[in-house]
């Protein structure tokens, strides 16, 4: 186009020391970025297609890739019970974990969302699981589910209860390994859920009290619909990181007893990095993606529309 055509069409030429300066903003925007490119490819990007690469091979106790199989792995793997029971004690762990860990969340931070004196205690008393790693959260758990000399059976002696085996027997793991879970979970809901209440504007409270609403009936007709990006966000959070536990199984249970606390992840740690056999573990965590990805897209696609953005 030349530059009398450019002026017809309302366009401005540019100049070569115009463009010589676009190209070096260009240049350093691209600068800037390129040290997060290169760890997204090293660390993010180049492992997901060797995942993709090595769940369609068997490999030897190396790594190294014995035979090409293609899709040979996903269909043993579709095709076995214990990976369907797997996935289903990983649902149960979400069903027991996620909607329990919310509700509680909520309760703790509606509870101390007030001027009262000695809430901030309180706050940081509640908030404070975040700071404690899986490790030592496991450990101090260990030790209170310990059988006789563990705290929670010495709280139920005074009730002249049993002792409950929380680790050791197969009905109890899952619930144990959940409540330690809850608790864990518990700092950062706590903090998410209280800066949404933050957010809700005072004015709100002074008109429902005005208009003769009751503290419980403000929270659920007015508050809770405030609050829904924050708790649809905490309730995405929630599901991604259930689907992700495994340090806390790894120290308290490793799996068991009876793979009872098997999840997906602990079992594409056994596999892969017990039993050495890297190509059903990638094939397991490309699975394990794809359910996560389709899961979020449905609680986007179906919960999103009940979330009410101011």
Excluded: C
């Amino acid at each position: 186009m030349s530059s009398n055509e450019s002026v017809l069409h309302g366009k401005k030429p540019k100049s070569a020391a115009t463009r010589k300066r676009l190209w070096g903003e260009h240049a350093l925007a691209y600068g800037f970025l390129a040290p997060s490119i290169i760890l997204f490819m090293m660390f993010l990007f180049y492992p997901m297609l060797k995942s993709v690469y090595l769940s369609m091979t068997i490999t030897d106790p190396r790594g190294q890739v014995v035979e090409f199989v293609w899709l040979e792995n996903f269909i043993r793997l579709l095709s076995s019970g214990s990976f369907y029971k797997n996935l289903g004690v990983t649902l149960m762990f979400i069903l027991f974990t996620v909607p329990t860990s919310l509700i509680w969340s909520l309760f703790l931070a509606a509870i101390t969302h007030n001027k009262l004196r000695g809430m901030k205690v309180f706050q940081f008393v509640f908030s404070l699981p975040i700071v404690i790693s899986v490790g030592t959260g496991s450990i101090i758990w260990f030790l209170l589910f310990h059988p006789t000399a563990g705290m929670l059976n010495y709280f139920l002696s005074f009730v002249h209860l049993g002792p409950i085996p929380w680790l050791t027997d197969p009905s109890w793991a899952l619930i144990s390994i959940s409540i330690m879970t809850i608790w864990m979970n518990m700092g950062f809901l706590f903090i998410v859920l209280s800066s949404g209440l933050q957010g809700v504007p005072e004015e709100i409270y002074e008109s429902a009290k005005m208009d003769g609403s009751g503290p419980i009936r403000t929270f659920i007709q007015i508050v809770l619909p405030l609050l829904s990006p924050t708790i649809f966000f905490a309730l995405i959070v929630s599901v991604i990181g259930a689907f992700q536990a495994f340090g806390q199984i790894h120290i308290l249970t490793k799996g068991g007893p009876i793979n009872s606390t098997n999840v997906m992840v602990y079992s594409i740690y056994q596999d892969a990095f017990v039993n050495f056999r890297f190509g059903i573990g990638s094939a397991q965590a490309l699975i394990l993606f794809a359910i996560i990805l389709l899961l979020t897209l449905l609680q986007f696609k179906v919960l999103e529309k009940k979330v009410h953005y101011q």
